[in-house]
């Protein structure tokens, strides 16, 4: 239910605030002012609600629910807020360079501030819905995994989504799949830029049971090789994924000054 929950919420909210983007050409906003922007967003309404409960019927019929089904977890609020920031940093960069060199035409000179404003609060969409998606779309395998499943979902999604534009003007596709282009490439840096930094160093989620372990660096990994070597793979492991572990090692030693803690089984080693 929750995947489908995220999903539908996600282009629900690409389908809302992505029908205010400033484009005055193919717009009456220049006739109808405010009236044209009220119009805009009952329209992005229409749009979100179907696909959000259409996201949950499929979530329902396609997801099989049992004992080992993966618990979604939350992510950190710190990292949240890094995520969010990151893309929309980058989003309003790349934006910003296509409004001053001309490649992207949002009359962005004719009405500047409400341009900008939209590209920021996008920006910041974007950002939130890479963090309600990314538990769902993790993979314990490879980082980059993430940003290419988040770039084939929410990126094309997008390119399709201004696609329509170029359907009903005539001569408008190239500047339609230049822009959107152009804004899936800005997310797909960002995506990677907070695979590899940002939730890299945070927790993973065991797919078994649901719970969530601190995941160490690759330096961390190596000094702690360099320095205990092998035999502390299994009492840092044992601390790291249950910290209460720490209180109960007894490195006391036995008869004949063994140091293996006690507080640890053997085979951890």
């Not at 909210?13 to 119009?39: D, H």
């Not at 797919?207 to 070597?229: C, D, H, M, N, Y």
Request: hydrophobic share 45%; glycine share 10%; charged share 20%.
């Amino acid at each position: 239910m929750q995947t489908g929950i995220r999903f539908g919420l996600s282009f629900a909210l690409i389908y809302l605030f992505g029908m205010q983007e400033v484009i005055v050409e193919s717009s009456p906003f220049a006739t109808y002012g405010f009236e044209y922007i009220k119009y805009q967003f009952f329209m992005g309404i229409g749009d979100a609600i179907p696909v959000f409960m259409l996201c949950i019927v499929i979530a329902l019929f396609t997801i099989k629910n049992n004992d080992k089904e993966i618990i979604v977890q939350n992510i950190k609020m710190v990292e949240r807020l890094c995520a969010i920031s990151i893309i929309t940093i980058s989003f309003l960069i790349e934006r910003t360079v296509g409004y001053e060199i001309g490649i992207i035409h949002s009359n962005c000179d004719t009405y500047t501030v409400p341009c900008y404003i939209w590209t920021v609060l996008f920006g910041m969409i974007l950002g939130y819905i890479y963090t309600i998606l990314y538990p769902v779309l993790f993979s314990e395998r490879k980082w980059i995994h993430v940003p290419i499943r988040f770039i084939l979902i929410i990126g094309v999604n997008w390119i399709i989504f201004n696609s329509f534009i170029g359907l009903i003007m005539k001569g408008a596709m190239p500047g339609v799949l230049l822009r959107s282009g152009l804004d899936v490439i800005a997310l797909f840096i960002a995506s990677c830029i907070i695979g590899r930094f940002i939730y890299s160093q945070g927790r993973k989620t065991d797919r078994r049971t649901g719970s969530r372990a601190w995941v160490k660096s690759q330096p961390i990994a190596k000094l702690e090789k360099r320095i205990f070597g092998k035999r502390c793979k299994g009492v840092f492991k044992a601390v790291c994924e249950r910290p209460e572990n720490f209180k109960s090692l007894d490195f006391s030693g036995a008869e004949g000054g063994s140091r293996t803690p006690t507080g640890v089984e053997p085979g951890g080693f």
